[in-house]
């Protein structure tokens, strides 16, 4: 698309928000990020309207505050706003991003609100995509961090394949600048790992002193079973592989 497109970020402060943010107006185009800090509140509608009003896509990439049973009501009530404000403001893609397999995990609370904003973004007036990553190379020292007891970190054998949050950044950059989906795009890194391998890749890479566990009763990612959080058929392979990225 050559033309100068304007796209409303809504989380355009995060992790990836920003770097979408920088992709898209590298690309040529407006992107203006949307947060707390610039006034956008989600749950109360306040500043919704304002932060879409004549924008040709918005990309939701906003997280619940919480990992817990307040999920739903976060994402029921901020998809709930972005699509009433994005349609009063004929807005004509509306982009987010979730998860890998994240239907196929219903014991994770979490999980299950990502099902429902899905849903609801599938169940509404305006043209969609909806890209869903795997678990991010960002963010395994926090995964490590969840189960680690003093020295040691017990991790199940659950396979992951992570994606480098640069990769996420420009393929959702690139989805959102492109023709609504109206579906579902999988993306994932190359490789795939057991969790606890990751753990030991991870340790020894940074010099760190923990030694890893294998313990499949261990963590959120305890409840996955086989391997749904890895990429499958169809799916988009990002270049980025997790040992280069590591080093």
């Given amino acids: 698309m050559g033309d100068t497109m304007k796209f409303a970020v809504i989380g355009g402060t995060g992790l990836i928000g920003s770097r979408v943010v920088e992709n898209l107006d590298a690309a040529g185009h407006q992107a203006v990020p949307h947060s707390p800090a610039t006034g956008v509140d989600l749950v109360t509608g306040r500043g919704v309207e304002e932060a879409v009003a004549g924008a040709d896509v918005v990309i939701n990439l906003t997280n619940s505050p919480a990992f817990d049973e307040t999920s739903p009501a976060f994402f029921r009530s901020s998809m709930d706003n972005l699509l009433a404000a994005s349609g ?140 749904v959080l890895t990429a499958g058929k169809g799916a988009r392979i990002a270049p980025t592989h997790y040992t280069d990225w590591l080093s």
């Fill in 88 to 227: 009063k403001g004929g807005v004509g893609h509306f982009v987010i991003l979730s998860i890998v397999g994240v239907d196929q995990v219903p014991e994770l609370e979490y999980y299950r609100a990502k099902v429902l904003q899905e849903d609801i973004l599938k169940a509404g007036p305006i043209p969609y995509s909806i890209v869903r990553a795997t678990q991010f190379m960002e963010f395994i020292d926090a995964i490590l961090s969840w189960t680690t007891d003093g020295e040691t970190v017990r991790l199940p054998r659950t396979p992951l394949q992570p994606i480098a949050a640069e990769d996420v950044s420009r393929i959702v950059a690139e989805v959102a600048a492109g023709t609504p989906l109206n579906g579902v795009l999988n993306i994932a890194g190359p490789d795939v790992y057991p969790l606890d391998e990751i753990g030991r890749l991870t340790l020894t890479a940074k010099g760190d002193g923990r030694s890893v566990v294998t313990d499949d009763t261990a963590g959120m990612y305890a409840a996955v079973h086989g391997d």
